[in-house]
């Protein structure tokens, strides 16, 4: 039963009535509704329990302000927690629950903490839970258990979301009359215009105000300009969309409810986050009415003036039927006399001594009664306002009161005045400065290239709030270099109002820190005497008493409370309003998804695959793939029920013995040419590369600034002026990167172009000793033999015909090619090898099998076996530093930290047992029986099981390793086990390098 | 309505020369120009139309898209007419995928995953741009149809691109070829 439905009225479609569940029962609401008002049209007051204290609570408000009413709405994976009611708009079959209150709401155990609330004041949990400091384990799974609204789910998120970037000259924040103002007069001026505004409705305030604009109904009003504004093509309107972030740059973000509205799991993308870049904003966000705060000021029935007069005249719920309004100012006027004609009963209460201008005669000519000079001190009832108990008042706010009436009502609408939506304007970086004569904080100056507008810049008339936007539209516009159109500015309806009488803290029959709780935050459970409470404990900064009393945190991030508690901290500080400022506001304006943060990049979307040109074939051919970088690299190529380490014996084997095949072509390649190639190479590499001749290969190293190695390669000089650099997998980018900022920053004056082949080329490595006959099978061009081609040269050729660049170098210490073809006829030349191997059986190898065979020979790999710290001297790389040039980095190889003899250098281990394959990370002790914490001496890099010498290997970087030839040290195993390993050469096949040089 | 829907393709035969060189400094413009036979591109993000497709990528840098075909010998003529001047001449054919779109919502989808503005107004007919798109960088060139666009990608991504473009055109009229 809709028993607070009104008969006629409201933007709802009473044609359409909605089915929906609300803590598991059933109501009815109509088209149009939000779940809040369609709750109140049931008679539902209770619909939330307080955070700490477990107190029953209702609907306060009717916007994205609203404290108590948090649900979840939805269930499974597509449950949406800790949304407002407020903010829900009513769907067919909607389901959604309380997040607090356990067993149910109207008996809810926790609210015990209610009865004991004097022992749980503000820092009741740091005081309580910090001793004795070993019991936190047993605390905390009942904190955590309390803590908290809603629950997230638990499954993944079904739906579709997505990003979308947008770029405009002006974005309104905010389609309320001022904000619609501006836009219009930005779209009649030219302008591109994004216009967003969080309601399902453009219009705020209007789409329930008595006011007329150009003498319609202000709805009317607003069809008109939404009419108007949605026919340009350069103009977006975007209803249900939170401006919810104001970053640098005017760099805007909103997050658009695109099916949320019609029900769950529907076809489509349910949310959409836009990144909007604007040249200029105009912040039309509204303001927001602060309650009063009084003892018991949060019984279910307690709401703010502008929220009743929302739910009557949009929504057509009358939410009570006897009335009181208490307000020190005029605005709650407008809700008596929307009271009065749903047909309540309503007496006003306000702590003025002059009462309201034209609105208060208005209302007494409605015979409604006007107690002057009074305030409500209390309420009466538990779960619902039963009465409030009222009391004469000076205007002293130190003073004692004496309750004298006594006013029986099941509703209370209370209006403390009005704080502009200031937050956008905050994220921006422009700061909010208290205005006196309007006991609130105003947007002061701007950081960003954006004005505020309305009643979110202290506008608080209709008239006043359509100029502020018409004059912010056409200052945009013109920033923008538009000539700003002119828009005559519509009339409204208005009347004068009295001064409001600022009233932070309503006094009581006690002293506030023993009467009944007066809450401040509702969602939070912070009141008077927390606040006072925190003051006395010492906290004098704003920040600080926030963080203490958890004031202004949570969904509603202190929309409702922050203003009257920070009065209220500046009367116990016994400061100025100004002085104690604001806390900062910062994004998010109200919370966001997850899904719309993530938006499409999920699943396989999160991160790009990369695939060489011969991926297929790989893919063909059963190889698993390890992802390097963004690559996708065979990993191992199984035959038949092969697991990893019986192929990689197989591939190592077959390598060592015959001849192998990988897919190299990840290998970042460079093309490094002009006049000062050799110069800008010398810098770089730590050798000498001007010694190199042309058609040689050279391997390179370089380091960063700090003398540690960044990256390695083999070079190719192919010309007097021009070589072939190549990098590691990961280093591509970034290496090319590093060497277009010495190029460009720092010796411009060097004449040397380098450009990107990774792409351009595929790199098949074919390897074994009977590499050279397979090329051969294969139709190669050239002479392959040692004396024409010798180990570390290039040579241009062609294989079966195709051109290649051939390399002679080698990554597994054997006779080896590397065969660089355009990526077009590299999966074309991969098969041709193929089948010139066959005769040789041919192995494919993938990465695993490519890391034990460098391994046995002891090459390194940059960010394996090294990690930032490691010098090339570390490495027992001498030979590869030039003493006749200077390169980067080798300076700092000077350093004294860099000559430590006791540094970490490069060595092998063997396990003394023969048999136990480290785990690679292994950290090495040397006094096994050391308490903890244990000093360690080194740790393992790289580590397999070597087939070739039957028996495992692995290199490790070791203190002062290379002095410690033949010692033993221990393995630290993760099940606590000590394994002893000999430290031993890195090179552990062919240390002569001679099977490579045939 | 055919006409209407947008069109992802990749297009195959597409070579690209990948320029460097000085337009300020000796010989290079008036040579590379002369080889092209079409003016190079000065001005940023912008494309010179002639019997190839060359577009502006920096001040010292030019992609010139050709027929696969003619990337060959346009390699070879730039190179050695060049060889006097600090140039460099790099074909890049085989690393280049390109993407067409086509049609009404083309800018619509660019804008799911590319910050760039792509107002008819901003990036015009002779447009090129390198950007970022979803994860992967991408030359996007306005071809000069109306609403037609080229986006070249690096071979490696071009599998992540077309699914991405799949997904991200999910909601919006795009047929894919």
């Given at each position: 039963?809709?028993?607070?439905?009104?008969?006629?009225?409201?933007?709802?479609?009473?044609?359409?009535?909605?089915?929906?569940?609300?803590?598991?029962?059933?109501?009815?609401?109509?088209?149009?509704?939000?779940?809040?008002?369609?709750?109140?049209?049931?008679?539902?007051?209770?619909?939330?329990?307080?955070?700490?204290?477990?107190?029953?609570?209702?609907?306060?408000?009717?916007?994205?302000?609203?404290?108590?009413?948090?649900?979840?709405?939805?269930?499974?994976?597509?449950?949406?927690?800790?949304?407002?009611?407020?903010?829900?708009?009513?769907?067919?079959?909607?389901?959604?629950?309380?997040?607090?209150?356990?067993?149910?709401?109207?008996?809810?155990?926790?609210?015990?903490?209610?009865?004991?609330?004097?022992?749980?004041?503000?820092?009741?949990?740091?005081?309580?839970?910090?001793?004795?400091?070993?019991?936190?384990?047993?605390?905390?799974?009942?904190?955590?258990?309390?803590?908290?609204?809603?629950?997230?789910?638990?499954?993944?998120?079904?739906?579709?979301?997505?990003?979308?970037?947008?770029?405009?000259?002006?974005?309104?924040?905010?389609?309320?009359?001022?904000?619609?103002?501006?836009?219009?007069?930005?779209?009649?001026?030219?302008?591109?215009?994004?216009?967003?505004?969080?309601?399902?409705?453009?219009?705020?305030?209007?789409?329930?105000?008595?006011?007329?604009?150009?003498?319609?109904?202000?709805?009317?009003?607003?069809?008109?300009?939404?009419?108007?504004?949605?026919?340009?093509?350069?103009?977006?309107?975007?209803?249900?969309?939170?401006?919810?972030?104001?970053?640098?740059?005017?760099?805007?973000?909103?997050?658009?409810?695109?099916?949320?509205?019609?029900?769950?799991?529907?076809?489509?993308?349910?949310?959409?986050?836009?990144?909007?870049?604007?040249?200029?904003?105009?912040?039309?966000?509204?303001?927001?009415?602060?309650?009063?705060?009084?003892?018991?000021?949060?019984?279910?029935?307690?709401?703010?003036?502008?929220?009743?007069?929302?739910?009557?005249?949009?929504?057509?719920?009358?939410?009570?039927?006897?009335?009181?309004?208490?307000?020190?100012?005029?605005?709650?006027?407008?809700?008596?006399?929307?009271?009065?004609?749903?047909?309540?009963?309503?007496?006003?209460?306000?702590?003025?001594?002059?009462?309201?201008?034209?609105?208060?005669?208005?209302?007494?000519?409605?015979?409604?009664?006007?107690?002057?000079?009074?305030?409500?001190?209390?309420?009466?009832?538990?779960?619902?306002?039963?009465?409030?108990?009222?009391?004469?008042?000076?205007?002293?706010?130190?003073?004692?009161?004496?309750?004298?009436?006594?006013?029986?009502?099941?509703?209370?609408?209370?209006?403390?005045?009005?704080?502009?939506?200031?937050?956008?304007?905050?994220?921006?970086?422009?700061?909010?400065?208290w205005e006196e004569s309007l006991h609130c904080f105003v947007p002061g100056e701007t950081a960003q290239a954006c004005v505020s507008a309305g009643s979110g810049n202290g506008k608080w008339a209709l008239d006043a709030c359509l100029r502020d936007g018409r004059d912010a539209g056409a200052a945009v516009a013109s920033r923008c270099g538009f000539e700003a159109a002119e828009v005559p500015l519509p009339s409204a309806s208005d009347t004068a109002v009295n001064e409001m009488q600022p009233l932070w803290?309503?006094?009581?029959?006690?002293?506030?820190?023993?009467?009944?709780?007066?809450?401040?935050?509702?969602?939070?459970?912070?009141?008077?005497?927390?606040?006072?409470?925190?003051?006395?404990?010492?906290?004098?900064?704003?920040?600080?008493?926030?963080?203490?009393?958890?004031?202004?945190?949570?969904?509603?991030?202190?929309?409702?409370?922050?203003?009257?508690?920070?009065?209220?901290?500046?009367?116990?500080?016994?400061?100025?309003?100004?002085?104690?400022?604001?806390?900062?506001?910062?994004?998010?304006?109200?919370?966001?998804?997850?899904?719309?943060?993530?938006?499409?990049?999920?699943?396989?979307?999160?991160?790009?695959?990369?695939?060489?040109?011969?991926?297929?074939?790989?893919?063909?051919?059963?190889?698993?793939?390890?992802?390097?970088?963004?690559?996708?690299?065979?990993?191992?190529?199984?035959?038949?029920?092969?697991?990893?380490?019986?192929?990689?014996?197989?591939?190592?084997?077959?390598?060592?013995?015959?001849?192998?095949?990988?897919?190299?072509?990840?290998?970042?390649?460079?093309?490094?040419?002009?006049?000062?190639?050799?110069?800008?190479?010398?810098?770089?590499?730590?050798?000498?590369?001007?010694?190199?001749?042309?058609?040689?290969?050279?391997?390179?190293?370089?380091?960063?600034?700090?003398?540690?190695?960044?990256?390695?390669?083999?070079?190719?000089?192919?010309?007097?002026?021009?070589?072939?650099?190549?990098?590691?997998?990961?280093?591509?980018?970034?290496?090319?990167?590093?060497?277009?900022?010495?190029?460009?920053?720092?010796?411009?004056?060097?004449?040397?172009?380098?450009?990107s082949l990774t792409e351009t080329y595929s790199t098949i490595a074919v390897a074994g000793p009977n590499s050279r006959r397979v090329l051969q099978n294969a139709g190669c061009s050239i002479d392959l033999e040692r004396e024409s081609f010798p180990f570390m040269s290039v040579r241009s050729a062609n294989l079966a015909g195709i051109p290649v660049q051939l390399f002679r170098v080698s990554f597994s210490g054997e006779l080896a090619f590397e065969v660089n073809i355009d990526s077009r006829y590299a999966?074309?030349?991969?098969?041709?090898?193929?089948?010139?191997?066959?005769?040789?059986?041919?192995?494919?190898?993938?990465?695993?099998?490519?890391?034990?065979?460098?391994?046995?020979?002891?090459?390194?790999?940059?960010?394996?076996?090294?990690?930032?710290?490691?010098?090339?001297?570390?490495?027992?790389?001498?030979?590869?530093?030039?003493?006749?040039?200077?390169?980067?980095?080798?300076?700092?190889?000077?350093?004294?930290?860099?000559?430590?003899?006791?540094?970490?250098?490069?060595?092998?281990?063997?396990?003394?047992?023969?048999?136990?394959?480290?785990?690679?990370?292994?950290?090495?002790?040397?006094?096994?029986?050391?308490?903890?914490?244990?000093?360690?001496?080194?740790?393992?890099?790289?580590?397999?099981?070597?087939?070739?010498?039957?028996?495992?290997?692995?290199?490790?970087?070791?203190?002062?390793?290379?002095?410690?030839?033949?010692?033993?040290?221990?393995?630290?195993?993760?099940?606590?086990?000590?394994?002893?390993?000999?430290?031993?050469?890195?090179?552990?096949?062919?240390?002569?390098?001679?099977?490579?040089?045939? | 309505?055919?006409?209407?829907?947008?069109?992802?393709?990749?297009?195959?035969?597409?070579?690209?020369?990948?320029?460097?060189?000085?337009?300020?400094?000796?010989?290079?413009?008036?040579?590379?120009?002369?080889?092209?036979?079409?003016?190079?591109?000065?001005?940023?993000?912008?494309?010179?139309?002639?019997?190839?497709?060359?577009?502006?990528?920096?001040?010292?840098?030019?992609?010139?898209?050709?027929?696969?075909?003619?990337?060959?010998?346009?390699?070879?003529?730039?190179?050695?007419?060049?060889?006097?001047?600090?140039?460099?001449?790099?074909?890049?054919?085989?690393?280049?995928?390109?993407?067409?779109?086509?049609?009404?919502?083309?800018?619509?989808?660019?804008?799911?995953?590319?910050?760039?503005?792509?107002?008819?107004?901003?990036?015009?007919?002779?447009?090129?741009?390198?950007?970022?798109?979803?994860?992967?960088?991408?030359?996007?060139?306005?071809?000069?149809?109306?609403?037609?666009?080229?986006?070249?990608?690096?071979?490696?991504?071009?599998?992540?691109?077309?699914?991405?473009?799949?997904?991200?055109?999910?909601?919006?009229?795009?047929?894919?070829?």
């Amino acid at each position: 039963m809709q028993i607070n439905r009104l008969s006629q009225g409201g933007r709802i479609d009473r044609s359409k009535p909605l089915g929906f569940r609300f803590n598991g029962k059933r109501y009815q609401g109509f088209a149009g509704d939000t779940l809040a008002s369609a709750l109140l049209a049931n008679g539902v007051l209770l619909v939330s329990r307080s955070f700490k204290l477990h107190r029953p609570r209702g609907i306060v408000a009717a916007g994205s302000d609203e404290p108590n009413a948090i649900v979840q709405v939805g269930s499974g994976a597509s449950t949406i927690p800790n949304l407002r009611a407020t903010e829900v708009e009513l769907y067919d079959g909607l389901k959604a629950r309380s997040t607090k209150g356990w067993p149910g709401l109207r008996f809810d155990i926790a609210a015990l903490n209610d009865r004991f609330s004097p022992l749980l004041g503000a820092g009741f949990y740091y005081k309580t839970f910090m001793r004795p400091k070993a019991f936190w384990k047993h605390y905390e799974r009942f904190i955590r258990a309390s803590a908290g609204f809603g629950a997230a789910p638990q499954r993944t998120d079904p739906d579709r979301y997505e990003h979308c970037n947008a770029h405009c000259d002006v974005l309104v924040a905010g389609a309320g009359p001022a904000g619609l103002m501006a836009a219009l007069v930005a779209a009649r001026s030219g302008a591109r215009v994004i216009v967003a505004d969080e309601q399902n409705e453009f219009g705020g305030a209007l789409l329930s105000a008595s006011a007329t604009i150009d003498g319609q109904p202000a709805p009317d009003w607003v069809a008109t300009v939404v009419a108007e504004l949605s026919g340009y093509e350069d103009v977006t309107v975007l209803p249900r969309s939170t401006v919810f972030g104001y970053h640098d740059h005017n760099f805007l973000t909103l997050a658009e409810r695109c099916t949320d509205h019609i029900g769950e799991r529907v076809q489509g993308v349910r949310q959409r986050l836009w990144r909007v870049r604007a040249k200029q904003v105009v912040l039309a966000q509204g303001a927001f009415e602060r309650p009063l705060v009084f003892c018991n000021n949060d019984r279910p029935g307690v709401m703010t003036a502008s929220a009743v007069s929302t739910y009557i005249r949009r929504y057509a719920v009358c939410p009570g039927k006897r009335a009181v309004v208490f307000t020190n100012n005029d605005s709650a006027y407008e809700t008596a006399l929307d009271l009065r004609a749903s047909g309540a009963t309503v007496i006003v209460i306000d702590s003025r001594s002059g009462g309201a201008g034209a609105l208060g005669a208005a209302v007494r000519k409605e015979g409604i009664t006007v107690l002057a000079a009074h305030v409500v001190t209390d309420v009466t009832g538990r779960r619902k306002v039963a009465g409030v108990r009222v009391a004469q008042w000076s205007g002293d706010v130190t003073a004692r009161v004496e309750n004298t009436i006594r006013i029986d009502c099941d509703l209370l609408a209370v209006s403390g005045g009005w704080s502009p939506a200031v937050h956008l304007h905050s994220h921006s970086g422009g700061k909010n400065v208290w205005e006196e004569s309007l006991h609130c904080f105003v947007p002061g100056e701007t950081a960003q290239a954006c004005v505020s507008a309305g009643s979110g810049n202290g506008k608080w008339a209709l008239d006043a709030c359509l100029r502020d936007g018409r004059d912010a539209g056409a200052a945009v516009a013109s920033r923008c270099g538009f000539e700003a159109a002119e828009v005559p500015l519509p009339s409204a309806s208005d009347t004068a109002v009295n001064e409001m009488q600022p009233l932070w803290r309503v006094p009581a029959v006690k002293d506030p820190d023993r009467c009944p709780k007066q809450f401040v935050d509702y969602q939070n459970d912070t009141s008077v005497a927390d606040i006072r409470l925190a003051v006395r404990e010492g906290y004098r900064n704003v920040e600080h008493v926030k963080r203490y009393t958890a004031l202004g945190f949570g969904t509603d991030q202190g929309k409702l409370g922050n203003i009257n508690g920070m009065a209220i901290l500046a009367e116990c500080l016994d400061e100025d309003i100004k002085d104690v400022g604001t806390t900062t506001f910062r994004p998010a304006y109200t919370p966001v998804t997850f899904g719309v943060g993530a938006g499409e990049n999920v699943g396989e979307l999160l991160d790009p695959v990369r695939k060489t040109a011969i991926h297929e074939w790989h893919e063909q051919h059963g190889a698993p793939f390890e992802v390097v970088g963004q690559w996708h690299r065979p990993w191992y190529f199984p035959r038949g029920d092969e697991d990893l380490h019986a192929a990689v014996a197989r591939e190592c084997l077959a390598t060592r013995n015959s001849v192998g095949i990988m897919d190299a072509s990840t290998l970042g390649k460079i093309d490094a040419q002009g006049p000062d190639v050799v110069e800008f190479l010398e810098r770089i590499y730590t050798h000498n590369v001007g010694k190199m001749k042309v058609g040689r290969c050279a391997y390179g190293i370089m380091l960063g600034e700090d003398g540690m190695v960044m990256d390695d390669g083999v070079m190719a000089r192919l010309a007097e002026n021009r070589f072939y650099l190549t990098t590691t997998t990961g280093g591509a980018a970034p290496v090319l990167a590093w060497l277009e900022t010495w190029l460009q920053t720092e010796w411009p004056e060097l004449e040397v172009y380098l450009t990107s082949l990774t792409e351009t080329y595929s790199t098949i490595a074919v390897a074994g000793p009977n590499s050279r006959r397979v090329l051969q099978n294969a139709g190669c061009s050239i002479d392959l033999e040692r004396e024409s081609f010798p180990f570390m040269s290039v040579r241009s050729a062609n294989l079966a015909g195709i051109p290649v660049q051939l390399f002679r170098v080698s990554f597994s210490g054997e006779l080896a090619f590397e065969v660089n073809i355009d990526s077009r006829y590299a999966e074309q030349m991969w098969r041709l090898l193929m089948q010139a191997g066959q005769e040789f059986d041919i192995t494919p190898y993938g990465t695993e099998t490519m890391h034990v065979l460098r391994a046995e020979k002891g090459f390194v790999i940059v960010g394996q076996d090294t990690d930032g710290s490691v010098t090339p001297v570390d490495l027992g790389m001498n030979w590869m530093l030039s003493k006749d040039k200077d390169y980067l980095g080798k300076r700092s190889l000077a350093r004294k930290d860099c000559l430590r003899e006791d540094r970490k250098q490069l060595v092998g281990l063997l396990s003394e047992d023969g048999k136990t394959v480290l785990p690679e990370g292994t950290q090495l002790v040397d006094d096994t029986g050391a308490p903890i914490p244990v000093p360690m001496c080194g740790h393992v890099t790289s580590s397999y099981f070597s087939a070739c010498l039957g028996h495992p290997i692995a290199l490790a970087l070791v203190a002062g390793g290379r002095a410690r030839r033949d010692e033993t040290t221990f393995a630290a195993m993760q099940d606590g086990t000590r394994v002893p390993v000999r430290i031993v050469s890195s090179v552990f096949y062919d240390a002569k390098g001679e099977r490579q040089n045939v | 309505m055919s006409d209407a829907r947008t069109r992802v393709e990749v297009l195959a035969e597409i070579g690209h020369i990948n320029l460097r060189g000085d337009p300020g400094r000796g010989a290079f413009r008036e040579i590379a120009e002369r080889v092209l036979g079409q003016p190079l591109p000065i001005t940023p993000n912008t494309v010179s139309e002639g019997g190839h497709r060359v577009c502006w990528l920096g001040p010292d840098e030019w992609s010139v898209v050709t027929a696969a075909g003619d990337a060959g010998v346009l390699l070879e003529q730039l190179q050695t007419a060049l060889a006097g001047e600090h140039a460099a001449v790099n074909d890049l054919s085989g690393g280049l995928a390109v993407v067409r779109i086509s049609g009404a919502d083309s800018r619509r989808l660019f804008a799911r995953g590319c910050t760039l503005d792509f107002h008819p107004d901003k990036f015009v007919p002779g447009s090129c741009a390198q950007a970022g798109l979803a994860k992967a960088s991408v030359l996007f060139i306005h071809t000069g149809g109306r609403d037609v666009f080229d986006l070249v990608v690096r071979r490696s991504f071009l599998d992540y691109m077309v699914r991405w473009l799949r997904h991200a055109g999910a909601e919006l009229d795009i047929e894919f070829h």
